[in-house]
């Protein structure tokens, strides 16, 4: 149980484009999910934390008119990288929140981010 | 705010051999902590955690980790290592149950043949 899928696990796209970032939770519902991101031989950096159904907090220095997040249901929550630029290049994790499961945090196998 | 520090990047082990990758932490409440594996362009697997009880904890894959609270500290511990254990090591707090996990930088454990 307490599985987070997200989907794709591997996107290149173009400069400019923009890319959407899809986080299940596949057996739990999740009414809050978190949005990491992780560079090359770095840690996870907390991007935002997003709650069912209402509008997501953004950690210091991440722009939120670049990083939308989306969290329409208690099971999906979106991460849409707009107009993207080689240095979002990264790999983004999503991890969401079980309060059934004493508020443990499951995280997904993440996606790898290429701008070319 | 609550924070966490793993103060060596690298850590190499000779198999067979016991290993510690070091983990202090800092959080104004009671912590929440845990230790998280990853491995190449992959997501994180869970090993332990230490939320109250025991402050010696066992986990996944022979792994366990030794809370002190008097140092701050959360250590994790094998006693013998295996190549396969070789990947990179994540230590995290939460501050109570309602915050977001807070990372470590991670510690990348080698472990030789």
Known sequence: ?116 | AQSVAQPEDQVNVAEGNPLTVKCTYSVSGNPYLFWYVQYPNRGLQFLLKYITGDNLVKGSYGFEAEFNKSQTSFHLKKPSALVSDSALYFCAVRDGRNTPLVFGKGTRLSVIA
Request: glycine share 6%; charged share 20%; net charge positive.
């Open chain 1, 1 to 116: 149980g307490a599985v987070v899928s997200q989907h794709p696990s591997r996107v290149i796209c173009k400069s400019g484009t923009s890319v959407k970032i899809e986080c299940r939770s596949l057996d739990f519902q999740a009414t809050t999910m978190f949005w990491y991101r992780q560079f090359p031989k770095q840690s996870l950096m907390l991007m935002a934390t997003s709650n069912e159904g209402s509008k997501a907090t953004y950690e210091q220095g991440v722009e939120k008119d670049k990083f939308l997040i989306n969290h329409a249901s208690l099971t999906l929550s979106t991460l849409t990288v707009t107009s993207a630029h080689p240095e979002d290049s990264s790999f983004y994790i999503c991890s969401a929140r079980d309060v059934g499961r004493s508020y443990e945090q499951y995280f997904g196998p993440g996606t790898r981010l290429t701008v070319t």
